[in-house]
């Protein structure tokens, strides 16, 4: 059972350049989710999608964008790179598309992308 | 808003001790409280949950109570073991706004030493 993948594990970039992280999960969720970690910020919020063709800004959304291709899978696109977005980016899906269904339902992460912006 | 403040590691202990991470929220409506832990170069994993006042959550040895008289979601275990180092975040999931959201605390990283 994979559960939430994401590609690439690695990567690095020049300023300006562009790319788009991949997730997909098998765990038949509706909701997923894209978050940044930064040491002593812990996870902050960028896009999610409550629902197969529906996407919303998170706390974090600027120089970002997202397309939810599907209810599997769910990318994450850097239009021209900075070095304030050298992270790690985690994807994360849970069941449920608002309300009383989700809020009790955890997260399931992938394992991460390490992005470093030269 | 919302938010989640935990206590800065990193948390160091010898094995055997007993642990503590104090966590304390902020939400607008009546939260859910989650704890997750997040082992070196992995995503982060689900360790309990609790929905309403006064549940207890446990899981691995691990327990946390909902207080929401002090807002509280303190994360206990009675004998960590160096297999417990980690980081672990606290992280609230508010029944308003839709409750699509998740706002997560910094983490607090344990160390445990032989």
């Known amino acids: 059972n994979a559960g939430v993948t994401q590609t690439p594990k690695f990567q690095v970039l020049k300023t300006g350049q562009s790319m788009t992280l991949q997730c997909a999960q098998d765990m038949n969720h509706n909701s997923m989710y894209w978050y940044r970690q930064d040491p002593g910020m812990g996870l902050r919020l960028i896009y999610y999608s409550a629902s197969e063709g529906t996407t919303d800004k998170g706390e974090v959304p600027n120089g970002y964008n997202v397309s939810r291709l599907n209810k599997r899978e769910f990318s994450l696109r850097l239009e021209s790179a900075a070095p304030s977005q050298t992270s790690v980016y985690f994807c994360?899906?849970?069941?449920?598309?608002?309300?009383?269904?989700?809020?009790?339902?955890?997260?399931?992460f992938g394992n991460g992308t390490r992005l470093t912006v030269t | 808003g919302d938010s989640v403040t935990q206590m800065e590691g990193p948390v160091t202990l010898s094995e055997e001790a007993f642990l503590t991470i104090n966590c304390t929220y902020t939400?607008?409506?009546?939260?859910?409280l989650f704890w997750y832990v997040q082992y070196p170069g992995e995503g982060l994993q689900l360790l309990l949950k609790a929905t309403k006042a006064d549940d207890k959550g446990s899981n691995k040895g691990f327990e946390a109570t909902y207080r929401k008289e002090t807002t509280s979601f303190h994360l206990e275990k009675g004998s960590v073991q160096v297999s417990d180092s980690a980081v672990y975040f606290c992280?609230?999931?508010?029944?308003?706004?839709?409750?699509?959201?998740?706002?997560f605390g910094t983490g607090t990283q344990l160390k445990v030493e032989l």
């Open positions: 992280a609230l999931s508010d029944r308003t706004g839709g409750g699509n959201k998740l706002t």
């Open positions: 939400a607008t409506g009546y939260p859910s």
């Open positions: 994360a899906s849970r069941t449920g598309t608002g309300g009383q269904s989700s809020y009790n339902s955890p997260l399931h």
